[in-house]
């Protein structure tokens, strides 16, 4: 008898209803129940026998026998946090044409060059379209396994057999168990797939990279529990119109999160950035208005990036406010304190920020920085070229610390800035980094004065 049953299933949190809402009771999200068909589970004759793991006290483990395994691409390195870890699964999601499966099969690549047995498994591509990619990228494939398969039993029956170190799976919305009901994609099929996959990467210590698609608001496609089940997940990333890439990590069990690994997109596939500020900084001008330039920290590693505002009197009724790579409301924040704390008249003006180079600026620090182009650009008055900006900006004006600020000096004396304007709360008497100056200010009007003049003066008023 077939005690199969339709349920609503919330494709953001995974809540569960027997009818459809408009609105999740479980995330508050709307329009994100979707019917699926949840197949009879297994009665217990029919069950398999389970294999029980014995308990196992702490200090009689060895964490030495889970030893990374390093690629060679030092930038995916970073990003997992020192090399990839046995019986990981990890979960890699972006925009479809960004260049997910050109990097999983340099990364398959990579370990089989390193004398480790690789299966690729694809389920959107034949063996034949995957031979020309890899020919194009100059990889000769030994002990490079590839498998056109979507039936998940099927590739698990063939790894068994294969007995691999790394698996790749392109991607999860396309395997499928055939005893569920659902279309490959569905919710409880990307679930139980994914699930069944841990399952066999912790048995058999291989470790499984999973490429994943991800919707219109850049999340990754299917249920959230996705992202709990797994061990890593990161994000690659990229503007359509630039040749640069961004992995991003946003969870990992065995290392840093929020690491960032940068790659340029040529012909023979994606090559690692060895230098990225300079890359972020390259088309940048001298005096140019409305322009300057912050250090952030993605992850450990600081980068120098550029930040651009316009200030232009609005042809509306209502002002435009428009920020691209920082944070929108982090922008309107700013907006507000010139206009109370400077008398900057900016109800009138439309207001684009813009961070370059297609990195995002989601931490406080590039505050000041953000100022000083709006600054810049309404007076029409260029930032002091070896200028760096480095600050929170607080609703009273004030500029509170922010932390690490010894490794991003550092960085910028490395690509030749040579004035840094930091807050004074940040012990800058016990940081000294050769050829660069410090200089503290307790405010957002005094670095403005000092960014757009270069003299620090109390009577001198710029925007007056």
């Given at each position: 008898m077939?005690?199969?049953r339709?349920?609503?299933?919330?494709s953001?949190?995974?809540?569960?209803?027997?009818?459809?809402?408009?609105?999740c009771?479980?995330?508050q999200?709307?329009?994100t129940?979707?019917?699926?068909?949840?197949?009879a589970?297994?009665?217990?004759?029919?069950?398999?026998a389970?294999?029980?793991?014995?308990?196992?006290?702490?200090?009689?483990?060895?964490?030495?026998d889970?030893?990374?395994?390093?690629?060679s691409i030092s930038?995916?390195?970073?990003?997992?946090?020192?090399?990839?870890v046995?019986?990981?699964l990890m979960?890699?999601?972006?925009?479809?044409?960004?260049?997910?499966?050109t990097l999983?099969?340099?990364?398959?690549?990579s370990?089989?060059q390193?004398?480790?047995k690789v299966?690729?498994?694809?389920?959107?591509e034949?063996?034949?379209?995957i031979?020309?990619?890899?020919q194009?990228?100059?990889?000769?494939?030994?002990?490079?396994?590839?498998?056109?398969?979507?039936?998940?039993?099927?590739?698990?029956a063939?790894?068994s057999?294969?007995c691999?170190s790394l698996?790749?799976i392109?991607?999860?919305?396309?395997?499928?168990l055939?005893?569920?009901?659902?279309?490959?994609?569905?919710?409880n099929?990307?679930?139980?797939?994914?699930?069944?996959?841990?399952?066999?990467a912790k048995?058999?210590?291989?470790?499984?990279?999973?490429?994943?698609?991800?919707?219109?608001?850049?999340?990754?496609?299917g249920?959230?529990?996705?992202?709990?089940i797994?061990?890593?997940?990161?994000?690659?990333e990229g503007?359509?119109?630039?040749?640069?890439?961004?992995?991003r990590?946003?969870k990992?069990?065995f290392?840093s999160?929020?690491?960032?690994?940068i790659?340029?997109?040529?012909?023979?596939?994606l090559?690692?950035?060895?230098?990225?500020s300079q890359?972020?900084?390259?088309?940048?001008q001298a005096?140019t208005?409305?322009s300057?330039?912050t250090?952030?920290?993605?992850g450990s590693?600081?980068?120098?990036?550029e930040?651009?505002?316009?200030?232009n009197?609005t042809?509306?009724?209502?002002?435009?406010r428009?920020?691209n790579?920082?944070?929108?409301?982090?922008?309107?924040m700013?907006a507000?304190?010139?206009?109370?704390?400077?008398s900057?008249?900016l109800?009138?003006?439309?207001?684009?920020v813009?961070?370059?180079?297609?990195?995002?600026?989601?931490?406080?620090?590039?505050?000041?920085?953000?100022?000083?182009?709006?600054?810049?650009?309404?007076?029409?008055?260029?930032?002091?070229?070896?200028?760096?900006a480095?600050?929170?900006?607080?609703l009273?004006?004030e500029?509170?610390?922010?932390?690490h600020?010894?490794?991003r000096l550092s960085e910028?004396?490395?690509?030749?800035?040579?004035r840094?304007?930091?807050?004074?709360?940040?012990?800058?008497?016990?940081?000294?980094?050769?050829?660069?100056?410090?200089?503290?200010?307790?405010t957002?009007?005094?670095a403005?004065?000092?960014?757009?003049t270069g003299?620090?003066?109390?009577?001198?008023?710029?925007f007056?």
């Open positions: 077939d005690k199969s339709n349920v609503y299933i919330c953001n949190c995974g809540h569960e209803s027997l009818k459809w809402l408009g609105r009771p479980g995330c999200e709307w329009n129940l979707e019917e699926t068909t949840i197949a589970p297994l009665g217990r004759k029919n069950a398999p389970r294999v029980i793991s014995p308990a196992a006290e702490l200090s009689s483990l060895n964490a030495s889970t030893t990374r395994r390093s690629l930038e995916f390195n970073r990003v997992l946090g020192g090399g990839i046995p019986g990981s979960l890699l999601g972006g925009e479809p044409g960004i260049g997910k499966s999983l099969l340099q990364v398959a690549a370990v089989a390193s004398g480790g299966v690729y498994v694809s389920g959107e034949n063996p034949a379209q031979k020309m990619r890899a194009r990228l100059g990889i000769s494939g030994e002990g490079l396994f590839l498998m056109a398969e979507t039936d998940l039993n099927a590739i698990l063939q790894l057999v294969l691999p698996v790749v392109d991607s999860i919305q396309t395997v499928f055939p005893e569920l009901e659902a279309a490959p994609g569905a919710i099929q990307v679930r139980e797939s994914a699930l069944r996959l841990m399952q066999w048995n058999s210590g291989a470790s499984v990279f999973i490429a994943a698609h991800v919707t219109k608001e850049g999340n990754i496609a249920p959230r529990i996705l992202e709990h797994v061990d890593v997940v990161m994000y690659f503007e359509s119109q630039s040749a640069y890439r961004l992995i990590s946003v990992n069990r290392g999160t929020n690491e960032v690994g790659f340029e997109m040529k012909s023979e596939g090559v690692e950035v060895a230098n990225p890359i972020f900084l390259s088309n940048r005096n208005v409305g300057a330039v250090a952030v920290l993605e590693r600081p980068l120098l990036v930040v651009q505002a316009l200030t009197t042809s509306f009724g209502q002002p435009r428009t920020a790579g920082v944070d929108f409301n982090r922008t309107i700013i507000a304190v010139l206009s109370k704390r400077l900057m008249r109800g009138t003006q439309d207001i684009i813009n961070a370059t180079g297609g990195i995002r600026l989601d931490e406080p620090a590039a505050d000041l920085a953000i100022a000083l182009a709006i600054a810049s650009s309404y007076r029409d008055i260029g930032v002091c070229p070896e200028t760096i480095l600050g929170e900006i607080g009273s004006g500029l509170r610390t922010i932390p600020l010894e490794r910028a004396s490395r690509l030749g800035f040579t840094a304007l930091v807050p004074a709360g940040a012990n800058c008497q016990n940081i000294n980094i050769n050829g660069i100056q410090i200089i503290a200010v307790s957002v009007k005094e403005i004065k000092l960014a757009l003299v620090k003066t109390e009577t001198e008023d710029v007056e």
